[in-house]
Nanobody
Framework: EVQLVESGGGLVQAGGSLRLSCAASGFTFDDYAIGWFRQAPGKEREGVSCISSSDGNTYYAGSVKGRFTISSDNAKGTVYLQMNSLKSEDTAVYYC???????????????????WGQGAQVTVSS
């Protein structure tokens, strides 16, 4: 059974940090690009970041570049999203997703992803 399980969400003050984890199982982790998305109430799902399994390249939305860092531990089948200098506008449900291609091509398009986690709430208080 394919599973993506997010953890690490919570409530944090503006300027603080959180680290999200995405634990994958049930598929060959190395064959997939892993993306992070978020969705705030009343807004569309937004691509946040992606990590390519073929070369480890990382990609970020402009709104988080320089504040968020994506990384992976392939041995553990886990991808992380370190979020620093959090702002109130970062408040959203965060999802990780897996796309069966290894290079984060058009990574911001959520329709390209094959598997999704259940989401983790991140709330940033101002």
């Amino acid at each position: 059974e394919v599973q993506l399980v997010e953890s690490g969400g919570g409530l944090v003050q503006a300027g603080g940090s959180l680290r999200l984890s995405c634990a994958a199982s049930g598929f060959t982790f190395d064959d997939y690009a892993i993306g992070w998305f978020r969705q705030a109430p009343g807004k569309e799902r937004e691509g946040v970041s992606c990590i390519s399994s073929s070369d480890g390249n990382t990609y970020y939305a402009g709104s988080v570049k320089g504040r968020f860092t994506i990384s992976s531990d392939n041995a553990k089948g886990t991808v992380y999203l370190q979020m620093n200098s959090l702002k109130s506008e970062d408040t959203a449900v965060y999802y990780c997703a897996a796309a069966w291609e290894r290079q984060c091509i058009s990574w911001w398009k959520y329709t390209l992803y094959d598997y999704w986690g259940q989401g983790a709430q991140v709330t940033v208080s101002s």
